[in-house]
């Protein structure tokens, strides 16, 4: 059984333009399916919930919308039984469907899915921290802390307060977002714990960021080596006492080119603990997580079945 879950406002309303599109072309077919769409934040992990908390039989859940998206169902969902994920990207910054090159027609990607010819058994992140209680956020992409997460809770709050308007294109609009941050940063001293043996100290950290996945924001590529099915993080890093230092950092981000200038360190784990001497904004997958002076990441090796 085929389940769609839809954001329609995903991509300032594509979300809901490819479905009616995808939606014609399953009227032609005699695919088994149900949609449900999504109306506020939240909805997509409580219907991922209510879909995978009961049973065991074979099930493929389908994400038609943003990373964001497809980053409630995978908190929502239950990994009883044989779970399938399938996604058909409609959001602006579409990171995952970069990593994993999936088609940009959504007509394409439906095909792969039903035809369900490669399935991919990839990890997927866990974000740790305290808030009034403890708080277990799962990530698909990457987890942050620091500008990049300053850069997401931006857009998010942009979001709220505006409809679907003109406005800049997505890409440039986030690009230009980074820069605005890059004038405001404020360096924080920290440090971070690989695998709880190796502890690393900095002085002047910009963000820190775990990938599952290479790209985040708007196409920046920060972990180029970042496997999605290795069972690893792939950490980045960027600390510099030089501010002017992060618009070339960041340029080489954009362009595929990361790790060119001083600044930047990778590391690889399965497990990492932050602490920051000032409360920090921190974001998993572009999802606000407020702001955190301790945070924890660890890695879950393939455990999501995905169709690509």
């Given at each position: 059984?085929?389940?769609?879950?839809?954001?329609?406002?995903?991509?300032?309303?594509?979300?809901?333009?490819?479905?009616?599109?995808?939606?014609?072309?399953?009227?032609?077919?005699?695919?088994?399916?149900?949609?449900?769409?999504?109306?506020?934040?939240?909805?997509?992990?409580?219907?991922?919930?209510?879909?995978?908390?009961?049973?065991?039989?074979?099930?493929?859940?389908?994400?038609?919308?943003?990373?964001?998206?497809?980053?409630?169902?995978?908190?929502?969902?239950?990994?009883?039984?044989?779970?399938?994920?399938?996604?058909?990207?409609?959001?602006?910054?579409?990171?995952?469907?970069?990593?994993?090159?999936?088609?940009?027609?959504?007509?394409?990607?439906?095909?792969?899915?039903?035809?369900?010819?490669?399935?991919?058994?990839?990890?997927?992140?866990?974000?740790?921290?305290?808030?009034?209680?403890?708080?277990?956020?799962?990530?698909?992409?990457?987890?942050?802390?620091?500008?990049?997460?300053?850069?997401?809770?931006?857009?998010?709050?942009?979001?709220?307060?505006?409809?679907?308007?003109?406005?800049?294109?997505?890409?440039?609009?986030?690009?230009?977002?980074?820069?605005?941050?890059?004038?405001?940063?404020?360096?924080?001293?920290?440090?971070?714990?690989?695998?709880?043996t190796r502890r690393i100290e900095f002085n002047h950290i910009y963000?820190?960021?775990?990938?599952?996945?290479?790209?985040?924001?708007?196409?920046?590529?920060?972990?180029?080596?970042?496997?999605g099915s290795d069972g690893f993080l792939e950490v980045c890093v960027?600390?510099?006492?030089?501010?002017?230092?992060?618009f070339p950092i960041m340029a080489d981000a954009l362009f595929g080119?990361?790790?060119?200038?001083?600044?930047?360190?990778?590391?690889?784990?399965?497990?990492?603990?932050?602490?920051?001497?000032?409360?920090?904004?921190?974001?998993?997958?572009?999802?606000?997580?407020?702001?955190?002076?301790?945070?924890?990441?660890?890695?879950?090796?393939?455990?999501?079945?995905?169709?690509?």
């Amino acid at each position: 059984m085929y389940y769609f879950i839809v954001n329609p406002e995903a991509g300032r309303g594509r979300g809901e333009r490819i479905w009616n599109r995808l939606e014609r072309r399953l009227q032609h077919t005699r695919l088994e399916y149900e949609m449900v769409m999504t109306e506020k934040t939240g909805d997509g992990a409580r219907i991922a919930a209510e879909l995978t908390g009961q049973g065991t039989e074979p099930k493929t859940l389908i994400a038609v919308g943003g990373d964001g998206t497809l980053n409630e169902i995978i908190n929502g969902m239950s990994f009883r039984g044989q779970i399938t994920l399938g996604y058909i990207p409609a959001g602006t910054g579409s990171n995952l469907a970069r990593s994993l090159r999936l088609p940009r027609d959504p007509a394409r990607c439906l095909r792969r899915i039903v035809d369900a010819k490669v399935i991919r058994q990839l990890d997927y992140g866990v974000l740790s921290y305290e808030c009034e209680e403890p708080v277990h956020r799962r990530f698909m992409i990457s987890s942050g802390i620091g500008l990049d997460a300053q850069v997401c809770q931006n857009v998010l709050t942009t979001q709220e307060y505006r409809g679907r308007g003109p406005r800049l294109p997505a890409r440039l609009d986030y690009i230009l977002r980074v820069l605005f941050h890059i004038f405001c940063a404020i360096p924080v001293k920290g440090y971070l714990v690989l695998d709880g043996t190796r502890r690393i100290e900095f002085n002047h950290i910009y963000f820190i960021s775990a990938h599952i996945h290479p790209f985040e924001g708007a196409g920046f590529r920060l972990a180029p080596a970042a496997d999605g099915s290795d069972g690893f993080l792939e950490v980045c890093v960027v600390h510099n006492s030089v501010k002017s230092q992060l618009f070339p950092i960041m340029a080489d981000a954009l362009f595929g080119r990361m790790g060119r200038h001083r600044g930047v360190r990778f590391y690889k784990c399965q497990e990492l603990q932050i602490h920051m001497e000032a409360p920090v904004a921190v974001h998993t997958d572009g999802e606000n997580c407020f702001s955190q002076k301790d945070i924890h990441l660890r890695c879950i090796g393939r455990k999501i079945r995905m169709v690509v």
